[in-house]
């Protein structure tokens, strides 16, 4: 069908003929791009090796100039990829591969796309799809029956657009079970056009929540309280130490969910903690969390990764409050669904949702 004709080095192009005669020139991002089209990666792996064997060759053309017999196994696996590849893209995407004009209009698009994208990829804004919302919902409701009698604070540490805190506040207040008055809901972004959005989607559902603009690992409990206007019979003359387990928690159970960003994009260090871990201990440590319920990068089910996160979360020892021990612990970790968004595209992340339990420690 398709026949792998020749390469020029100078413009780094590789020409394809197909059978009736007409002639392409697509570079080796145009070639990667067939895999991410018709996601052939698991069928027909892309033999990265082979082509970059071809582009460290000079000019060629096959059986002519710069043609050395040494290249006859890397073009062979490159030109039957192309075939394999092409053969399974859908009718659309065959044509804007195989016509220039159509691919030219394509890559023009793509180039609007990404400067589009480039903030919201920047701020690490995947947002979560309906699914893992649902799920997210579920695992709530688990912990929440559990606490129906305690007054509750629910905290989305990177709300986005508020898609979370609107099916979450939703779901809680359709509970005829649940009391409004002893939920309080708030969330935080470092995006001031996020925010902006999420009081818009919340205001629009005349659902009770505060959203701000800040950085949620700058946030302690001081701002939090103040933030959410709780009534905590603190004055001025009694400060509240953000490095306390036992204050100014009083009978609040504060809940922290959400889909926290994966990397850590502000930094340079490489020797900074993994952003992740970052988040789980700032709400458990310095905003004293109940329970923590993070839809979380795969990494993040790896044995190793959760050790560590364990280890920290209970450094130096269990947790003592009100004379009661506690200690925390993963409950759950479950696959979650890889569509997030991203200006209204999908895109595909590999993902678990974890939940972390303050448990109290039965003693003797």
Not at 159 to 181: A, F, K, W, Y
Not at 204 to 216: G, K, Q
Not at 221 to 233: V, Y
Not at 299 to 308: F, I, K, L
């Amino acid at each position: 069908l398709l026949s792998l004709h020749s390469y020029d080095s100078n413009n780094e192009l590789f020409s394809i003929v197909f059978s009736n005669g007409n002639i392409i020139d697509r570079n080796f991002q145009d070639l990667r791009h067939l895999l991410r089209n018709n996601k052939l990666e698991v069928v027909c792996g892309f033999p990265l090796k082979s082509f970059k064997h071809l582009m460290q060759s000079k000019s060629w053309t096959v059986n002519g100039n710069g043609w050395s017999p040494i290249l006859s196994r890397s073009h062979n696996k490159s030109e039957q990829w192309i075939n394999s590849s092409f053969k399974n893209l859908d009718i659309f995407h065959q044509n804007i591969f195989s016509d220039t004009t159509l691919y030219l209009e394509a890559q023009k698009s793509a180039k609007e796309r990404r400067a589009l994208e480039q903030r919201p990829r920047m701020l690490q804004q995947y947002f979560s799809s309906d699914k893992n919302i649902s799920t997210l919902l579920i695992l709530f409701d688990q912990y929440h029956s559990k606490v129906y009698d305690s007054n509750i604070i629910i905290i989305e540490p990177s709300c986005g657009d508020g898609r979370v805190l609107c099916q979450l506040m939703s779901h809680i207040l359709e509970d005829e079970r649940c009391r409004q008055e002893k939920i309080k809901c708030i969330g935080f972004d470092i995006d001031t056009e996020a925010v902006v959005n999420a009081k818009t989607n919340l205001n629009a559902l005349s659902i009770p929540c505060s959203v701000h603009t800040a950085d949620y690992l700058n946030i302690s409990k001081e701002i939090l309280f103040q933030s959410i206007e709780i009534d905590t019979n603190i004055t001025p003359q009694q400060p509240i130490d953000k490095d306390s387990n036992s204050l100014p928690l009083f009978h609040h159970k504060i809940i922290v969910i959400g889909n926290p960003p994966y990397h850590n994009i502000f930094s340079d260090l490489e020797n900074d903690e993994d952003i992740i871990v970052q988040f789980i201990l700032h709400s458990a440590h310095c905003l004293g969390a109940d329970v923590i319920i993070f839809i979380l990068p795969t990494r993040c089910e790896r044995e190793s990764m959760v050790n560590h996160i364990s280890s920290l979360l209970n450094y130096p020892c269990t947790l003592r409050m009100d004379r009661n021990e506690f200690i925390w612990q993963m409950v759950n970790c479950i696959p979650a669904d890889n569509n997030f968004e991203i200006c209204g595209r999908v895109v595909h992340q590999s993902a678990v949702i974890q939940v972390w339990e303050k448990i109290l420690v039965t003693k003797g």
